[in-house]
């Protein structure tokens, strides 16, 4: 079975902290994702990464930056953390391109910002 | 770009009763059709999904789906349902033939909530 872990179920920070939300896969997926979760908006996509290194932004990628310097890990950071990035963040990867775009998905993390 | 519309936020209903959380998507051209469910405090799981084929799709605890590209849709539907399906509900397509950096892509509806009554 494929394993998307998160470093933390729960997390609450400060306005202006930075803040690290670390996804680890462990199906040697090329493919990674970070969406927010909001009620009412569905899951929006942050930034997606297609392989080590690489990064593209998705439809909501303003206040966020992502690293991912091993193929197993991809890092969301919140340079300066805002109340309006109170929400609960989701992590995925997935096979590349061929093998039918499933996503696979971490338990999420539910960030709180104070 | 492509979007989805889930056209009931919230679902009620009696266990053992059947129902239907409805799922609309707006390209017309290929593509993958997925459902997936969220238990409260847990990430996403994939119940089913539709890349070609059969029209309806079977998944998992009882749940199928059944792809209608004239009407392009996606209907979830299961004939009797536990009180252990109280869940969210997301409907999500793709583009298989997108290129260069939107391949691979999900789009998510805005979810749907069922909540099964006893």
């Known amino acids: 079975d494929v394993k998307v872990t998160q470093s933390s179920r729960y997390l609450v920070k400060r306005t202006g902290e930075k803040v690290f939300l670390e996804c680890v896969q462990d199906?040697?997926?090329?493919?990674m994702f970070w969406y927010r979760q909001d009620p009412g908006l569905g899951l929006r996509l942050i930034y997606f990464s297609y392989d080590v290194k690489m990064k593209e932004k998705g439809d909501i990628p303003e206040g966020y930056s992502v690293s991912r310097e091993k193929k197993e890990r991809f890092s969301l950071i919140l340079e300066s953390a805002s109340t309006n990035q109170t929400s609960m963040y989701l992590c995925?990867?997935?096979?590349?391109?061929?093998?039918?775009?499933?996503?696979?998905f971490g338990p999420g993390t539910r960030l709180t910002v104070l | 770009a492509q979007s989805v519309t889930q056209l009931d936020s919230q679902v009620p209903v009696f266990e053992e009763a059947p129902v239907e959380l409805r799922c609309n998507y707006s390209s017309s051209v290929s593509v993958y059709l997925f459902w997936y469910v969220q238990y409260p405090n847990q990430g996403l799981q994939l119940l089913l999904k539709y890349l070609s084929g059969s029209t309806l799709v079977k998944g998992i605890n009882g749940f199928e789906a059944e792809f209608n590209k004239s009407q392009t849709s996606f209907h979830l539907r299961k004939p009797s349902v536990h009180i252990s399906d109280t869940a969210e509900y997301f409907c999500?397509?793709?583009?298989?033939?997108?290129?260069?950096?939107?391949?691979?892509?999900?789009?998510f509806g805005q979810g749907t909530i069922l909540t099964v009554h006893p």
């Open positions: 199906m040697d997926h090329e493919n």
């Open positions: 995925a990867s997935s096979l590349p391109r061929g093998s039918g775009d499933t996503q696979y």
């Open positions: 999500a397509v793709s583009d298989p033939n997108a290129g260069g950096t939107s391949y691979g892509k999900l789009t």
